[in-house]
């Protein structure tokens, strides 16, 4: 819910700073690391719902646990379902222990996708962000996004989003 204008807490320069340099360097490295998958045809959301899927027992996710994991809307993930779904990638399935639900599921041909592009991507990754980075600043980084994850995942549950 957005605050009112009298309850507003502008940013500071230091916390400025410290936003806009984390909105431009997240913003230029997802469209780097989008731009190194394009000889795979995968977009980054394809490839982190592929990614998780792939690391799954028997590849398959309730799509509900898949959004949450991924930390996407359910709408966001159903649309990237019937794109991934045209592509071969992936396939619904019904849920027998609950007919709501529904299974996403890795195809053969999904499995191969993400085989693929994984040595890419990972190369992509280390050189563009991890061999940018002293152990130090990768601790760091890691204490402040888990951090950071746990807050939104609570706020998002609170807010029933």
């Given at each position: ?23 431009i360097a997240s913003r ?9 998958l394009d000889g795979h045809?995968l977009s980054m959301a ?116």
């Amino acid at each position: 819910m957005p605050a009112k204008k009298s309850q507003t807490r502008w940013l500071n320069p230091r916390e400025m700073k410290a936003w806009r340099s984390y909105i431009i360097a997240s913003r230029r490295l997802l469209e780097a690391l989008e731009s190194d998958l394009d000889g795979h045809d995968l977009s980054m959301a394809d490839y982190e719902v592929m990614a998780q899927l792939s690391e799954a027992p028997d590849r398959r996710m309730r799509m509900s646990e898949l959004a949450e994991v991924a930390m996407i809307s359910k709408s966001r993930l159903s649309h990237r379902m019937k794109v991934m779904e045209k592509a071969g990638w992936i396939k619904r399935e019904e849920c027998s222990e609950d007919r709501r639900g529904y299974w996403a599921v890795m195809t053969d041909k999904g499995w191969r996708a993400i085989v693929a592009a994984a040595p890419d991507h990972v190369t992509s990754v280390r050189r563009r962000f991890i061999d940018q980075l002293s152990v130090k600043e990768q601790e760091s980084l890691t204490s402040t996004f888990s951090h950071l994850t746990d807050e939104l995942r609570s706020q998002f549950k609170k807010e029933g989003i």
